[in-house]
Nanobody
Framework: QVQVLESGGGLVQAGGSLRLSCTAS????????LGWFRKIPENQRDGVSC????????YYADSARGRFTISRDSAKNTLYLQMNDLKPDDTAMYYC????????????????????????WGQGTQVTVSS
């Protein structure tokens, strides 16, 4: 049974940092492209960042580029999102997703939520940034 579990969210002041983690079990980690998405109430999930199976290619939403860094550790079956210089607009529920697709697929579709419908999703971790 596949399980995806996020952690690391919390309350932080604007300008602060958080590191989100996502541990996946029950799957062959290196067969999956991985991504972070976020959702605020009444909105759909938006892609924040995603990473190729190899870990060599990464993609970021414009709002995350330059402040967030995605990485993966195959030895630990864990995905990370280092978030620096957090802003109140970053407040959201953050979700980790794993989809069994190729790096070529990721190049084409990146973190577009509509293409991740068949992914395994975690339950989310809340990030709240105060001003």
């Amino acid at each position: 049974q596949v399980q995806v579990l996020e952690s690391g969210g919390g309350l932080v002041q604007a300008g602060g940092s958080l590191r989100l983690s996502c541990t996946a079990s029950g799957l062959t980690f290196n067969d999956y492209v991985l991504g972070w998405f976020r959702k605020i109430p009444e909105n759909q999930r938006d892609g924040v960042s995603c990473i190729a199976r190899s870990g060599k290619d990464t993609y970021y939403a414009d709002s995350a580029r330059g402040r967030f860094t995605i990485s993966r550790d195959s030895a630990k079956n864990t995905l990370y999102l280092q978030m620096n210089d957090l802003k109140p607009d970053d407040t959201a529920m953050y979700y980790c997703a794993a989809v069994k697709q190729s790096d070529t697929w990721l190049l084409a579709y990146r973190c577009t939520y509509a293409y991740w419908a068949d992914a395994y999703w975690g339950q989310g971790t809340q990030v709240t940034v105060s001003s």
